[in-house]
């Protein structure tokens, strides 16, 4: 029966190695696809009982192996939200049903209701901005991205230095600008502006007053409740406090810490900074001036860190987070499923999923502006096919000498 | 590395190498530009290998550029203070042009002098009180001139607040822009060229100060301190005064609710055209006018007339509060000083007293038509000390030194303020120099930049050619 096992297993040579080509050309076909991850056929032999005189030629069967955890190389890219990711881990990503996949396919793009949506249609899965570190696979949800109304911040923090002139004359106790008499007099004002609860500006005055040796009073008033020459404002000062100065290096000495408590007029309670302040025998100058909050401003676009925290990037600068990508990987990549759109899916191979944050443990960073390309290498694909070709010849011709042999067989009996 | 790896690194490489080309012909075109910092293209190999970020530069050098600002400012208000006095130098006159109150003085003196030699010529009277008219005449003009100078200032200040306030204003459109573009990443170094050169401009006005946030933000404050720009513009305002005259003050200039120039600036700002202007209207016309007021009163005064009752009016030389005499000190005098018109229909007067037609104040009692006591007299008080209050001048003067001395105290003050606007010029020009050899474009370095890229651009191509004909080579191998 030998020939005709010839005969058979040549034929399962001659399957598998047309299976190795659809896996070739599916290959080549997504040589050029984001996130795709190069197949494999491997073959294994399959023997029939055999004695010591006989040889009973068995077949070849064919396993697909996916090398689902090749680092494709990052090219760059032309968006802020086209991200690929350097080192381990899968974006996690929902289809039209909710259900969540994995994928390296990082071309997000926003769509009009403010979900990224990569090319295969899947939405982006991650945590909201105020989420815990501890948010498992089943807590993720699908990022959205408020980016249609005007966000404003209240200030609620901010830091002011000045160099003091410590030449300065003092003001007697009745003019000082805490008075907020007609007759106040002042060594040195400066104005900040600050932002309320709804974003409008309010323009703090900050008054600077030496009353003593190496003493020195800051009021700070409201701006909109000016009178028309200055003083007296029409409601008094918003904060009053006494700096002290250390005579021996002109650095502040009081109040520790150097925090001016200031309640905005419709707005938050600020904390300013003035722990930079000095007072040497230099002109006066502000060093420093900073303040946070912004005043109503549109969406601008977005920002995507290496960590995976996602920015709302506003039109005056002002950056709000608006949530964090989470990366998720199973114990055995290679073992995932892969599904139409460039996705794979967990199976019982490839182990329990686990969810993390960009950069941290196993997983890898996220680079914005670049996506990764497919691990598929032409050169080694032509190559392959050319053995496979020929692989398929030697199948061929085996099966047409045991064509041959049996013809021979067959015409014996003439 | 495969062979598409190869291709994908050509061709990022091509695509830096176009960026900084495009860099390369940014540089030579902004050259010449004012506010033009030279861009370097940073080209760094990505962590995975084949791709090539860039990112662009500015070459800046803070502390040269505050220099800059500074010795703009100066050179500015240097310039100003300069050429306003110079107008006034040419207004008023000089000393050797024969028509500054000074040279019309000596020319009166001389006239009172022929006069007296000759009581009886009426012609030489008439002279005298001729030179008299030509006298208080250019007193009228110098006045008058001052005060157009003031005026001048005036607008001219209020004109230098309405561009501080549009400078602000722009300031703060390329400010956002500029902090906006760098939160998302875009290249924002033409709003930087921008935004410094709006600076420039806003230093020719005012000295400034700035303050760099931690997102790019930039504040800006005069170098005495007083807020122009924190997130918002400052209102800069000043009321313009639309008639000037002695002893009327112009307004000052507010800036974030504070006085930054008059007697109660305590923050007044050290440059700028604006200080420079503020320092013309409130200080050396007002000095220079005091000064020929003084003249004025020191020329009523010598030609005051005594009566036997000891009573005291004014003679030859009038004013709007005559016949009493003007107090040392009185503002605007030399605007209205006059000749009497008495004396002017009769010359006689001059030599006879009782100008003003008071037959008390008559010191030619005979009527004698050789009667010159009067008129030397007049002359000796003419050349007798009285006492000014035109500070800086002394305070013990006659009327004809005290007309040389303010006439010598322009000359030096213009003298002054030309030297110092050549010097803050000189600097000037050294800073820029300096800031342009540090952060300016150098065409010849711009150029042999060019033939690199030319060259690594071929091998790039080179690169893309040869994997193009291993592929080929592939391709053929495969039946």
Do not use: C
């Not at chain 1, 404003?152 to 106790?173: E, H, K, Q």
């Not at chain 2, 000037?244 to 600036?265: K, L, M």
């Amino acid at each position: 029966m030998s020939i005709f096992g010839a005969m058979r297993t040549s034929v399962s040579g001659m399957n598998a190695q047309s299976t190795k080509l659809s896996v070739l050309s599916d290959n080549i076909a997504n040589a050029d696809t984001i996130g795709y991850k190069a197949a494999s056929a491997q073959f294994k032999t399959m023997l029939i009982n055999a004695g010591l005189a006989q040889y009973g030629s068995g077949s070849v069967d064919t396993r697909i192996r996916y090398g689902i955890s090749q680092q494709g190389a990052l090219m760059g890219a032309s968006s802020a939200t086209d991200l690929g990711i350097q080192g381990g881990g899968y974006f996690v990503v929902a289809d039209a049903n909710g259900a969540p996949h994995l994928t390296r396919e990082g071309s997000f793009r926003l769509d009009a209701n403010g979900y990224l949506v990569n090319a295969g249609g899947f939405r982006l899965m991650g945590v909201s901005a105020n989420a815990s570190d501890t948010v498992g696979f089943s807590g993720l949800s699908q990022m959205k991205v408020d980016f249609s109304g005007l966000m404003a911040t209240p200030t609620t923090s901010g830091a002011f230095s000045a160099n003091l002139p410590s030449d300065a004359s003092s003001v007697i106790a009745a003019d000082l600008p805490s008075a907020n008499a007609a007759t106040a007099s002042w060594t040195s004002q400066s104005s900040v502006v600050v932002y309320d609860n709804l974003g409008s500006k309010v323009t703090l005055d900050v008054y600077l007053t030496k009353t003593g040796a190496n003493s020195w009073e800051v009021a700070v008033y409201d701006q909109s409740t000016a009178g028309p020459s200055g003083f007296p404002y029409s409601s008094g000062p918003l904060t009053v406090e006494s700096l002290q100065f250390d005579p021996t290096n002109g650095s502040l000495s009081a109040p520790v810490p150097g925090q001016l408590s200031i309640g905005i007029p419709n707005g938050r309670s600020m904390s300013l900074d003035v722990s930079g302040m000095t007072q040497l025998g230099a002109p006066y100058s502000v060093s420093s001036v900073s303040v946070d909050g912004n005043a109503p401003t549109p969406f601008s676009q977005l920002t995507i860190d290496t960590d995976g925290t996602v920015y709302a990037v506003y039109q005056n600068g002002a950056r709000a987070k608006q949530g964090e990508i989470r990366l998720a990987t199973v114990p055995s990549p290679d073992n995932l499923m892969p599904q139409a759109g460039n996705v794979y899916d967990v199976t019982s191979r490839s182990g329990d999923v686990l969810v993390g944050s960009a950069g941290q443990g196993a997983f890898g960073g996220l680079v914005s502006w670049a996506l990764e390309s497919s691990t598929v290498d032409i050169a080694s694909e032509l190559t392959d096919m050319i053995e496979t070709q020929r692989a398929y010849s030697a199948d061929s011709k085996a099966f047409q000498i045991a064509t041959d042999m049996a013809d021979v067989l067959v015409n014996l009996k003439v | 590395m495969t062979l598409q790896a190869a291709f994908r690194t050509a061709r990022s490489a091509l695509a830096a190498n176009a960026f900084q080309t495009a860099t390369v012909s940014r540089n030579i075109s902004g050259a010449d530009a004012n506010g033009y910092a030279r861009k370097i293209v940073l080209v760094e190999p990505s962590l995975s290998g084949p791709t090539k970020a860039t990112r662009i530069m500015r070459a800046t050098d803070q502390s040269l550029q505050s220099a800059a600002l500074d010795a703009s400012s100066v050179a500015s208000g240097d310039e100003a203070v300069s050429k306003a006095l110079d107008a006034l130098q040419s207004i008023v006159g000089q000393a050797s042009d024969g028509v500054s109150p000074s040279a019309m003085l000596s020319a009166f003196r001389t006239a009172l002098l022929h006069a007296a030699a000759a009581p009886q010529d009426a012609a030489g009277l008439a002279a005298a009180v001729s030179r008299a008219g030509s006298l208080v005449a250019s007193l009228n003009q110098a006045s008058a001139s001052i005060q157009e100078v003031r005026a001048q200032a005036d607008q001219d200040m209020a004109s230098s607040v309405s561009t501080i306030n549009a400078l602000l204003k722009s300031f703060d459109q390329t400010n956002h822009a500029a902090i906006s573009g760098s939160a998302s990443g875009q290249d924002v170094s033409d709003l930087l060229d921008r935004r410094d050169a709006i600076l420039s401009d806003l230093a020719k006005e005012v000295s400034i100060s700035t303050i760099i946030g931690s997102n790019g933000d930039m504040s800006i404050y005069t170098d005495s301190g007083v807020a122009l720009y924190q997130g918002t513009p400052r209102a800069v305002s000043m009321e313009p005064t639309t008639t000037f005259a002695a002893g009327v003050t112009g307004n000052a200039v507010y800036i974030d609710g504070v006085a930054v120039t008059g007697p109660s600036a305590t923050m007044a700002p050290r440059g700028g055209a604006l200080s420079g202007l503020a320092q013309i209207r409130d200080t050396y016309t007002t000095t220079l006018q005091s000064q020929i007021d003084e003249v004025a009163v020191g020329l009523i005064n010598a030609f005051s007339q005594q009566s036997a009752a000891g009573s005291v009016r004014t003679g030859l030389f009038t004013w709007s509060g005559g016949p009493s005499m003007p107090a040392s000190g009185t503002q605007g005098v030399a605007a209205s000083i006059g000749v009497d018109p008495s004396a002017q229909g009769n010359p006689a007067f001059l030599r006879d007293g009782g100008i003003g037609g008071d037959p008390n104040f008559v010191a030619n009692a005979t009527g004698s038509s050789s009667y010159s006591a009067r008129l030397y007299d007049l002359l000796v008080s003419l050349d007798a000390q009285q006492s000014f209050s035109a500070p800086p001048l002394p305070a013990h003067l006659n009327v004809s030194d005290l007309a040389a001395q303010s006439q010598g105290w322009l000359e030096g003050a213009r003298q002054t303020a030309a030297d110092k606007s050549i010097s803050a010029n000189a600097i000037l020009v050294q800073t820029n120099t300096a800031l342009t050899n540090s952060s300016g474009v150098n065409i010849d370095d711009q150029m042999s930049k060019m033939l690199d890229l030319e060259n690594s651009y071929q091998a790039s191509a080179k690169m893309m050619a040869m994997v193009d004909s291993m592929y080929a080579a592939l391709f053929s191998a495969v039946k």
